[in-house]
Nanobody
Framework: QVQLVESGGGLVQPGGSLRLSCAAS????????MGWYRQAPGKERELVAT???????YYADSVKGRFTISRDNAKMLMYLQMNSLKPEDTAVYYC???????????????WGQGTLVTVSS
């Protein structure tokens, strides 16, 4: 079964840092674009950052200059380094990827289960 699993969330004080990880597993042949999304309480899910298989990146204006997305294609891992965290960054962070695997017909979109990030003093 193809899946994405996030880790690294937790409680951090304003101005602090966290690094989220996303691990892909299953009989995966190829991973295309990947990204991080977040959903704050009472709000819709929003895009945080994306990264292509060639490591081209895109960031939402709200996190530009503070967050860095990266990936290790050989290990099927993706990361989100979050610095200078603000209370408004509090949300459940979700990993997303377009994957092709032995059990899929072409590329399919897969979501992780989410990891909670709380920024509070």
């Amino acid at each position: 079964q193809v899946q994405l699993v996030e880790s690294g969330g937790g409680l951090v004080q304003p101005g602090g840092s966290l690094r989220l990880s996303c691990a892909a597993s299953g009989s995966i042949f190829s991973i295309n674009a990947m990204g991080w999304y977040r959903q704050a309480p009472g709000k819709e899910r929003e895009l945080v950052a994306t990264i292509t298989s060639g490591s081209s990146t895109y960031y939402a204006d709200s996190v530009k200059g503070r967050f860095t997305i990266s990936r290790d294609n050989a290990k099927m891992l993706m990361y989100l380094q979050m610095n200078s965290l603000k209370p408004e960054d509090t949300a459940v962070y979700y990993c997303n990827g377009r994957l092709m695997a032995a059990t899929t017909t072409g590329y399919v979109e897969v979501w992780g289960q989410g990891t909670l990030v709380t920024v509070s003093s």
